[in-house]
């Protein structure tokens, strides 16, 4: 029962760099949203997607892309890695608009 | 955007006792969340909360959704050591029509050490 896979786990950049983020869900869930964290600062949207075919922007979009290959998968892009964008980064999904979110273990990426 | 005050940011107890942590805002939200983080993990759902007033428990867990819908908190009775971790609550609002695709806002999180 894997719910929500994200790879890698672990990542480290130089600065310009670009990478993607994967993420899959296998609980059939509608809905999928990037996070990241930061120290004393909680979980904060990055983008999200309510259902296959949308994306749309969350509290700190900058420098972040995002594709919904499909209803299971759903990728972050830093097309550009800056120091600011170290972070572990949350993947998540929820089966509906009321329902609560499940989260992946997350990518701990660090940018030198 | 939309902000939850959570309090406290830690806590210090033994092993056995209660503890208590609370959500606030100056806004309404819909639904209630808490989350439980463990180190290297992801967020893991306690509890859900739907509706005002709502009280709920899952095992030795008791939460609330305020009456007033800005606030929401949660126990944990007899603490054992694998209480330990980060307790995030999270609140989700709906927009103008009716809608809100799940998106939530969480509180800065509860550091809880307990001592065996």
């Known amino acids: 029962n894997a719910g929500v896979t994200q790879t890698p786990k672990f990542q480290v950049l130089k600065t310009g760099q670009s990478m993607t983020l994967q993420c899959a869900q296998d609980?059939?869930?509608?809905?999928m949203y990037w996070y990241r964290q930061d120290p004393g600062m909680g979980l904060r949207l990055i983008y999200y997607s309510a259902s296959e075919g949308t994306t749309d922007k969350g509290e700190v979009p900058n420098g972040y892309n995002v594709s919904r290959l499909n209803k299971r998968e759903f990728s972050l892009r830093l097309e550009s890695a800056a120091p600011s964008q170290t972070s572990v980064y949350f993947c998540?999904?929820?089966?509906?608009?009321?329902?609560?979110?499940?989260f992946g273990d997350g990518t701990r990426l660090s940018i030198l | 955007g939309q902000q939850l005050n959570q309090s406290p940011q830690s806590m210090f107890i033994q092993e056995g006792e209660d503890v208590s942590m609370n959500c606030t805002s100056s806004s309404i939200f819909n639904t209630w969340l808490w989350y439980k983080q463990d180190p290297g993990e992801g967020p893991v759902l306690l509890i859900a909360l739907y509706k005002a007033g709502e009280l709920t428990s899952n095992g030795r867990l008791t939460a609330q959704f305020g009456i007033t819908r800005k606030d929401s908190f949660l126990n944990i009775s007899a603490s054992i050591p694998s209480d330990v971790g980060i307790y995030f609550c999270a609140g989700r609002q709906l927009n103008a029509g009716g809608t809100s695709y799940g998106k939530l806002t969480f509180g800065q999180g509860t550091i809880l050490t307990v001592h065996p």
């Open positions: 609980m059939n869930h509608n809905s």
């Open positions: 998540a999904s929820s089966g509906g608009n009321n329902q609560p979110q499940h």
